[in-house]
Every structure is written in structure tokens, then in C-alpha cells.
């Protein structure tokens, strides 16, 4: 018997590939359009920057430093895990202490209505660190034995965007603004010019905008702005709400997108 595969060609009528007899007319449409941001205050944030900071330490010393750092905060207390092989020596605690102390955590009491308690403090935070060395089973799959064009990640990653001419920086309006908008919240905490604020807080920015029938996209109005920061307890709403537009919107937000609203 032949070993060739059986192979069937069929053709298909050209009339089974039915189009439609009139297309539809492309409208204009209106559509709201959400991005957020942390601040450097966020939980999320701050981990992220005690991992980054893990990592530009081991790299500073020894550039062929293999770093998986995760970092994760609760209650006063800030946990540094993974699995590191370097040659450099790292005080991990330090480490931890001065980015908590540059974002600007240092008070810690253990009670809810404390008006003094930031929820975290870089001289009294406990610091646990669980990193040993990188797995050989990793090691040998990713770098050890290969030639630099065949060294791998060690993880996968899936990322997808775009570029926009909404703004200069080319990324969307609304997470330009967001980003702005934090900020200019920590420079302002930093300042000193808003007394009452603290660290941890997010921004929120949802604009209106117009598809074109040509389908590009123009934005027209910020429908929304929310600001939700960690602050002092004696500071009022009213007092937050002023200060916010005043301090922070009105000087990010371009002037030409605000409304009366």
C-alpha cells in the first residue's frame, strides 16, 4: 500500500461566500473611556518598588545577578520572598526600610482610630525576608550551558498596546491624566503643601470621547475624575474636595477638557 496521504481538493461555488447586497452606512458614535493609577503609597506600588529596588541593588553590584523578588505588605509589616543568586551583598531589611521611608510611611499604631498611624513605619515595620538561591532546574533551563542568544526569560509574558496621537507622550488621554494626577498628589503630600494628605491613594479618569466613521477616536471631555487618598482624620471632606480641585485637577487636567461639572 502507498504511504502518500489522501488528499481532497474541494472547491467551493463562488456563491457560498455570501456577501451582504448594501454595507452599513459607518456612524459617529460616543463612548466613556476609564484608566486609573496608584500612588507610590498604593500597597501594590510600594511592593512593586521594594522588588525593583531588590533588584537594581543585586544589579548595581553584580550585573549577572538572576533575580525573582516578590514583595508583599500587611499591617506594619512588609515580607521579601524569591529566589536570588548573586554575588553581591544584599541587606534585604535595609533595603526594605529606605524605600518605605522615601515613599513616606513612618508611623505605625496599632489601632484603628489612631489619628497619628500612617498603617506602616520604616524604624518599627517588621521585615521578613525568604529568598534562597535561584532553582538549578530554572537555572538550566533559562542561562546555564547556553550560548546568549538562547538564554530564555523564565517566565512568560503576554503584553499588548498601542501608540495614540491624543497626547504627547502618545499614550490615551485617560492614562495620561491618571498618572498626572498621582503624581502631582505625591508632590503636593511631599510639599507639604496639603498637610493632611498621606501615601497610599489611586486616581481615576473616565473622558468622553467620539468615534469618527472613519474610526479614529478624539477625545472631547473628562466625564469623571476620582481621587481616593489615605489622609488625616481631622482634615473635613469639604476641605479635601477644595483642595483637590484646587491643588491638584485644575492644574493637571487641560483646561480645554474641564466643564462646569
Known amino acids: 500500500p502507498s504511504s502518500r496521504p489522501l488528499i481532497t481538493v474541494v472547491e467551493l461555488p463562488h456563491h457560498t461566500m455570501a456577501e451582504p447586497a448594501v454595507k452599513k452606512a459607518k456612524m459617529e458614535r460616543t463612548f466613556l473611556f476609564s484608566s486609573e493609577s496608584v500612588n507610590e503609597g498604593h500597597p501594590d506600588k510600594l511592593c512593586d518598588q521594594v522588588s525593583d529596588a531588590v ?36 541587606d534585604y531589611e535595609k533595603v526594605v526600610r529606605s524605600v518605605v521611608a522615601k515613599i513616606g510611611f513612618d508611623s505605625y499604631v496599632d489601632d484603628l482610630s489612631s489619628v497619628d498611624s500612617k498603617g506602616l513605619s520604616d524604624k518599627t515595620c517588621e521585615v521578613l525576608v525568604r529568598i534562597n538561591k535561584q532553582s538549578p532546574y530554572i537555572a538550566g533551563g533559562v542561562h546555564v550551558g547556553k550560548e546568549d542568544m538562547d538564554v530564555g526569560a523564565g517566565d512568560q509574558g503576554i503584553m499588548f498596546g498601542y501608540a495614540t496621537d491624543e497626547t504627547t507622550d502618545y499614550m490615551p488621554l485617560t492614562h495620561s491624566v491618571a498618572t498626572k494626577l498621582g503624581k502631582k ?73 474641564l466643564t462646569s461639572e
Open 55 to 90: 533588584l537594581d541593588t543585586c544589579l548595581t553590584e553584580d550585573p549577572k545577578s538572576k533575580v525573582a523578588c516578590e514583595t508583599a505588605t500587611k499591617d506594619n509589616m512588609v515580607m521579601v520572598a524569591g529566589e536570588i543568586t548573586t554575588q553581591a551583598k544584599i
Open 185 to 257: 498628589l505625591t508632590d503636593v503630600r511631599k510639599s507639604g503643601e496639603l498637610w493632611w494628605l498621606r501615601p497610599d491613594g489611586k486616581t481615576q479618569v473616565t473622558i468622553r470621547y467620539v468615534q469618527n466613521p472613519d474610526g479614529s477616536v478624539e477625545p472631547k471631555k473628562v466625564h469623571t475624575v476620582v481621587i481616593s487618598t489615605q489622609h488625616d482624620e481631622t482634615v473635613s471632606n469639604e476641605q479635601i474636595k477644595k483642595d483637590l480641585h484646587e491643588h491638584v485637577i485644575a492644574p493637571v487636567v487641560p483646561e480645554e477638557y
